[in-house]
């Protein structure tokens, strides 16, 4: 069953640090590239980063450029997200998503298995 | 970067209607690079179109989707129960990607 699982969501302090995971199973996720996309309370989606099958290629929005890193480790199918100096505006459901065709690219295929997401609230 | 403009913010219309969103790009992109999801509240975002017009695995054919240059429509031939939802566009293919604002289609 191809699943995607997101952990590590939870209250920080404004300037603090997290890090976000996404468990990956059902598919070889060596393949395909990933993405973040989040979602403030009551708005809509934006995405926030992607990174090619082999980690080689990384992509940011210029609101997380500099603070936010994306990153991969095959051996353990997870992606992560590295999050420093959180903001409040940083406030968001984040979920990962896999870019659908691994002989496109990671930012030529619309985003095909979504995880269900988790909560990052900063706030003091 | 590509700012996508979706509209209508909302759309009221019954079981059985026909659903016509509409999502317009600031600027010129290619129909290969435009997505449609459905989400529900409280869940994650799903794919119905991909490349403009391209239904995702399991989609019916209710739903359908057109456009080039910098208009996109999603169309919904006939409304059903589990249609109403919010939906957004999605402009992919360079970075950075962008979303749609959504339209929510409720019940009226």
């Known amino acids: 069953q191809v699943q995607l699982v997101e952990s590590g969501g939870g209250v920080v302090q404004p300037g603090r640090s997290l890090r976000l995971s996404c468990a990956v199973s059902?598919?070889?996720?060596?393949?395909?590239?990933m993405h973040w996309v989040r979602q403030a309370p009551g708005r809509g989606l934006e995405w926030v980063a992607g990174?090619?099958?082999?980690?080689?290629?990384?992509h940011y929005a210029d609101s997380v450029k500099g603070r936010f890193t994306i990153s991969r480790d095959d051996p353990k199918n997870t992606l992560y997200l590295q999050m420093d100096s959180l903001r409040p505006d940083d406030t968001a459901v984040y979920y990962c998503?896999?870019?659908?065709?691994?002989?496109?690219?990671?930012?030529?295929?619309?985003?095909?298995?979504w995880g269900q997401g988790t909560m990052v609230t900063v706030s003091s | 970067e590509i700012v996508l403009t979706q509209s209508p913010g909302t759309l009221s219309l019954s079981p059985g209607e026909r659903a016509t969103l509409f999502c317009r790009a600031s600027?010129?992109?290619?129909?290969?690079?435009v997505a449609w999801y459905q989400q529900k509240p409280g869940k994650a975002p799903s794919l119905l179109i991909y490349?403009?017009?391209a239904r995702a695995s399991g989609i019916p054919d209710r739903f359908s989707g057109y456009g080039s240059g910098t208009d996109f429509t999603l169309t919904i031939s006939s409304l059903e129960p589990d249609d109403f939802a919010v939906y957004y566009c999605?402009?992919?293919?360079?970075?950075?990607?962008?979303f749609g604002g959504g339209t929510k289609v409720e019940m009226k």
């Open positions: 998503a896999r870019a659908s065709d691994p002989a496109l690219g990671e930012l030529f295929s619309a985003f095909d298995i």
């Open positions: 059902g598919f070889t996720f060596s393949a395909f590239g």
């Open positions: 990174i090619s099958y082999d980690g080689s290629k990384k």
């Open positions: 600027d010129f992109v290619s129909a290969m690079y």
């Open positions: 490349g403009a017009s």
């Open positions: 999605h402009h992919y293919g360079r970075s950075p990607e962008t």
